[in-house]
């Protein structure tokens, strides 16, 4: 993990100083809907509301690189339907490097229309798993610390502030429990300064 963040400071400094035409970051902010899918039919899952914050790095004009950092709060609630008042309640704290890469689709000098998708790694930082009257107990030693996802999205420019709708597909199984697969699946909202 240590390597992944390491990696991650390196390339940030590295896009701060580099001499790149159209070239901007910023801190952002947002909301996020999590949702935390099993994999088996008796089990149901509900969605849950949380914040997010980081910064994004913009590299390019009309075809753009845009890496980001952002502190996620993944949440769910899980249910059996066949057990009465079970309930498994998940925040895992992450860490989350998307790397996206977006064209512009209406470019203008007040606004412009963007579309982007691309890969995100998420780095656990703090596991917090509550269960009730759930048969089949896991804890946070049985999520796996990093998994990975693919956003897709679109959003909005207006002189110096930036708004981005994505979804996100988990493609990892969080859960290292054989009887239980667990992936996350997210929508989320954010607004971001442009400072460059």
Same mark, same amino acid.
């Given at each position: 993990m240590k390597k992944y963040l390491i990696a991650i400071l390196v390339f940030f400094a590295f896009s701060a100083t580099a001499q790149v035409p159209y070239f901007t970051f910023g801190p952002k902010a947002g909301a996020?809907?999590?949702r935390f899918s099993a994999d088996q039919e008796q089990i149901k899952e509900e969605?849950?509301? $949380?914040?997010?914050f980081g910064a994004f790095v913009r590299i390019g004009d009309k075809l753009y690189l845009q890496p980001e950092l952002l502190f996620m709060n993944r949440k769910g609630d899980l249910s059996q339907t066949e057990v009465a008042g079970s309930t498994?309640?998940?925040h895992i704290k992450t860490l989350d490097v998307p790397v996206l890469l977006g064209g512009k689709l209406i470019d203008t000098d007040l606004l412009n229309v963007r579309i982007m998708a691309g890969p995100v790694a998420s780095l656990a930082l703090n596991k917090d798993i509550n269960s009730?009257?759930?048969?089949? $107990?896991i804890t946070g030693d049985d999520i796996r610390s990093a998994n990975w996802g693919i956003q897709a999205g679109a959003g909005v420019d207006?002189?110096?502030?930036?708004?981005?709708l994505r979804?996100?597909?988990?493609i990892s199984d969080y859960s290292k429990n054989e009887g239980l697969t667990l992936k996350n699946n997210m929508f989320t909202v954010s607004l971001g300064l442009k400072i460059l």
């Open positions: 996020s809907f999590s969605i849950k509301s $949380s914040l997010h498994k309640s998940l009730e009257n759930w048969d089949n $107990s207006l002189l110096l502030f930036t708004l981005d979804y996100e597909f988990g």
